[in-house]
């Protein structure tokens, strides 16, 4: 959250002086409720991204107008999605660039493709008009900015397929997803695909994931 902060500062402040706006959105580090050790480590690691996220930054501002933290909403069939977007960048012609930062392992295009959905439902809540004093605005560009210590850190890496038409079937595999769970013979698996999501589940421990891999190292 600290990290989104310091970005949006960035994403916001003067577009003639990008170097100064960075050093300012970096100060936030400064007062953060961190310890010392990790406040250092994220200076230093801007300090490193700074050529990068500059170089880039600049082409961003001269295709649009950045918008940030920009809540959406976007109901159908009694359910409601909401989204807080990260970066939205208003462009000429009615037209948006959607930006999502990440400090970890970016998703890769197949991964989009199969569960990784937030940009492309981000995307269709865009284009539905669903995001706070935007209006209706056609999705051009998806794109992740790699905040990250390994190659590629600074830059956005974007999604190469078409953002209309991953907008359109993220939003339509949704509905039919809740239409499914809505049966009540639908069984709530904990980790729909625990092979390629590593991340924790909020019911992991319902679920007794621990005790899951105990048995797996048990296993000749």
Do not use: C, N
């Not at 960035?10 to 100064?20: H, P, R, V, W």
């Amino acid at each position: 959250m600290i990290l989104h902060d310091v970005m949006a500062r960035f994403a916001t402040g003067d577009a003639s002086d990008l170097a100064a706006a960075l050093a300012d959105a970096a100060a936030l580090l400064d007062d953060a409720p961190l310890p010392p050790a990790l406040r250092r480590l994220w200076r230093a690691r801007l300090d490193r991204l700074a050529p990068t996220l500059l170089r880039e930054e600049a082409h961003r501002r001269a295709l649009g107008a950045p918008r940030v933290e920009v809540k959406g909403v976007l109901a159908a069939s009694g359910f409601t999605l909401t989204a807080r977007a990260d970066r939205i960048d208003l462009r000429a012609g009615g037209r948006a660039a959607l930006y999502d930062y990440k400090t970890g392992a970016i998703p890769s295009d197949p991964q989009i493709q199969a569960f990784a959905k937030q940009l492309p439902l981000e995307a269709a809540i865009a284009q539905a008009g669903g995001y706070e004093g935007l209006g209706a605005v056609a999705v051009v560009e998806m794109a992740h900015v790699s905040l990250g210590g390994g190659k590629g850190a600074g830059a956005a890496k974007p999604v190469k397929d078409d953002p209309a038409a991953l907008a359109a079937e993220a939003w339509a595999g949704l509905l039919r997803l809740m239409a499914a769970y809505a049966r009540p013979d639908t069984g709530y698996p904990a980790r729909a695909r625990p092979k390629h999501i590593a991340y924790a589940s909020d019911y992991d421990h319902l679920a007794r994931y621990g005790e899951w891999e105990d048995g797996d190292m048990a296993q000749p």
